[in-house]
């Protein structure tokens, strides 16, 4: 069958390796027409509620089979799934299924009380996974074994690559989340595309370490069953823990691993990795963050035999650029970001917005087939988060800006060199520090503050932030992190909060966060230490 | 030793959240901790009980829940 939307990937696979274990998470396992069979019925039970093609269908699921079921689930509805973090305070969820407009959201029964709060707060209607006796007056729901049961006909639907496939919701530097925009035609050029750079196979068997709502499950859920292999959904609380993530690992016999740098650094550290037997691993990609190469050493050194390569890319674009690391690094220079993949360009731009010299810093930006259609409702951000080249007349290339800044090396390797902006990536998460700095500022007893990164010693770093405290305002740091915790997901709390009297400044009267951030390396914050 | 469990995760891992923490609640599932929470607790444990734990221990059996970092600790005190 041809495949040209993210759901024939389901379609073609349950139908050439029907009995195949598809997912398994905790113990349990479902094959690939199980997982086609529960995703139809899914789709049925979504359009008996109401969606309709083009619709947004919110996912608000821990780790489990589930998720599987509900994406392709809700593709086959012809609708786009919006992924939710199931630990994110309620305001935040409020805001992404208002933003957006999702009416319907499937999700399990112990969210039950988390779903009430968003019950009258957001256009919601209709609850998949939740009994109906367990929600307010205007939710309706339906649980998972009526949905299983059921699978009522389903219309002919008419979907293009075009169409909507998934909206990703990420920090905004304005305060709020911006969600991404992803069609079948971006989703399913990155499933192919990696597929084919990454040689998966029939056999593989992949770690899923992301959770759905960060853009690197993609290739756990839709790459992996492209080729029909089978993906291990890992529990929140074993990517918690190392040396669990590790067992796992070994007892799944994992073949090809992908995650944030910062999982894989911490299996190294604190893995238990010389009493594990990673035999069956073939590929290690790790993206998000630069690999510490005396970590990655360390590891190479530990298991020749298994690949490594550095996968670099916005979510905005999912990937797209790659670095295969052929040998152990030998000193401590930092591995290339690499070259731009198939059927993708690179461009360094300079400040004046024109293409820099080879080996000249600028920031990278990238036209690829993997590159979302922009951000849902911000005119404001699309007009300033593509690079358009005139090519013929009335007609130009929209290139994605990565915000990264990038040269390329004598041997033409892209190499990373920050930031252009204040965006950070805290221990694989992506937060932009204006956010953090918007909800600290907005709090009734902050005169004045500064968020910052500091490194953490382990390749990553920990945010952190510096208040002055209001005239005759008393600030008390549980109750500042308790509001703080309502707004933003945990990842992007600061982890120590120092009162000062005043700031470090520049010369211009600038707070000068360089300094904030050597003082919280030189002195720590009282709650930093332990 | 359950208490003093208790106390430190409240106070430096919930970082001052309002949450009631029973000694069954999954602690790693429910976002509480974070792996470096997960780091800090175990380093806390070894500093205050002077044990080493060693990283293979490390794993979700052991420290799901703080009912569990107790009976493990029981385990390794009397082992």
């Keep these: 069958m041809t495949i040209y939307t993210l759901t024939h990937i389901l379609d073609a696979s349950a139908q050439r390796y029907p009995d195949h274990p598809a997912m398994r998470c905790n113990g349990a396992s479902m094959s690939y027409a199980q997982w086609h ?29 589930e998720t599987a079921v509900a994406i392709y689930g809700i593709w086959m509805a012809g609708a786009a799934y919006v992924p939710l973090d199931p630990l994110a305070p309620a305001a935040r969820l409020i805001f992404a299924l208002n933003d957006c407009g999702v009416r319907h959201l ?22 998949i996974g939740i009994v109906q006796d367990q929600l307010p007056v205007p939710l309706q729901g339906l649980t998972w074994t009526e949905v299983n049961s059921a699978g009522g006909p389903m219309p002919k639907l008419r979907v293009t690559e075009q169409d909507l496939a998934y909206v990703m919701y990420t920090s905004g530097s304005t305060g709020t989340p911006k969600g991404l925009m992803h069609t079948h035609h971006s989703g399913l050029s990155y499933a192919q595309l990696s597929a084919d750079l990454y040689d998966l196979r029939h ?30 959904i890992i529990p929140e609380a074993v990517t918690k823990l190392p040396a669990s993530m590790s067992k796992l690992v070994q007892d799944e016999r994992i073949t090809v691993w992908y995650s944030v740098t910062t999982a894989i650094v911490q299996m190294v550290l604190r893995g238990a990795l010389d009493k594990r037997d990673f035999s069956a691993l073939r590929w290690l990609n790790y993206g998000g963050e630069p690999f510490p190469p005396a970590h990655l050493r360390s590891f190479m050194q530990r298991f020749p035999n298994v690949r490594v390569s550095n996968v670099y890319g916005p979510a905005e674009v999912n990937q797209c650029t790659f670095y295969h690391v052929d040998a152990p690094p030998d000193d401590d220079e930092s591995i290339p970001i690499g070259e731009v ?101 907005s709090q009734p007893e902050v005169g004045e503050c500064a968020v910052y990164a500091v490194p953490d010693g382990e390749g990553s770093s920990l945010i952190e932030a510096a208040v002055i ?46 300094a904030l951030r050597d003082l919280a390396l030189s002195a720590p914050a009282k709650a930093e230490v332990s | 030793m359950r208490e003093a469990i208790h106390s430190f995760i409240q106070a430096e891992l919930l970082m001052g959240q309002n949450v009631a923490l029973a000694d069954g609640d999954e602690l790693l599932l429910s976002g509480l901790v974070d792996s470096l929470g997960a780091v800090r607790l175990i380093a806390h444990i070894e500093d205050h009980l002077g044990m080493r734990i060693p990283p293979e221990d490390v794993v979700i059996e052991n420290f799901q829940s703080v009912d569990a970092i107790v009976a493990y600790l029981a385990q390794r005190q009397t082992a």
Aim: hydrophobic fraction near 40%; charge should be positive.
């Design chain 1, 341 to 441: 993949w198939a059927n993708s360009e690179g461009i360094v731009l300079g400040d004046d917005d024109q293409p820099v010299a080879d080996g000249e810093i600028g920031e990278l930006a990238v036209r690829t087939p993997t590159m979302m259609r922009g951000y849902w409702g911000r005119p404001d951000l699309n007009a300033k988060a593509f690079y358009l080249r005139s090519a013929y007349e009335h007609y130009q290339d929209s290139f994605y800006r990565t915000g990264d800044l990038m040269k390329r090396d004598s041997l033409g390797r892209l190499r990373f060199f920050g930031r252009k902006d204040r965006q950070v990536k805290t221990r694989g998460y992506r937060v932009e520090l204006d956010e953090v700095e918007n909800a600290l500022g």
């Design chain 1, 469 to 514: 405290a209001k005239r005759d305002a008393v600030i008390d740091e549980a109750v500042l992190k308790a509001a703080l915790a309502g707004r933003l997901p945990a990842y992007a709390l600061p982890h120590a909060i120092r009162l000062m009297d005043d700031f470090p400044r520049t010369g211009t009267g600038k707070i000068d966060r360089r």
């Design chain 1, 203 to 232: 056999e593989d068997i992949l770690s899923n370490h992301s959770p759905l709502h960060f853009d690197m499950s993609t290739f756990d859920y839709f790459s992996g069953p492209l080729r029909g292999a089978t993906t291990v």
């Design chain 1, 106 to 127: 499937v999700t399990q029964n112990n969210k039950a009380a988390a779903v009430r709060e968003l019950a009258g707060q957001s256009p919601l209607k209709h609850v």
């Design chain 1, 37 to 65: 069979r529960r995703a139809g019925a899914l789709a049925a039970a979504l359009v008996e509620q109401g969606v309709r093609p083009g619709d947004r269908v919110g996912i608000y699921l821990n780790k489990s089979l």
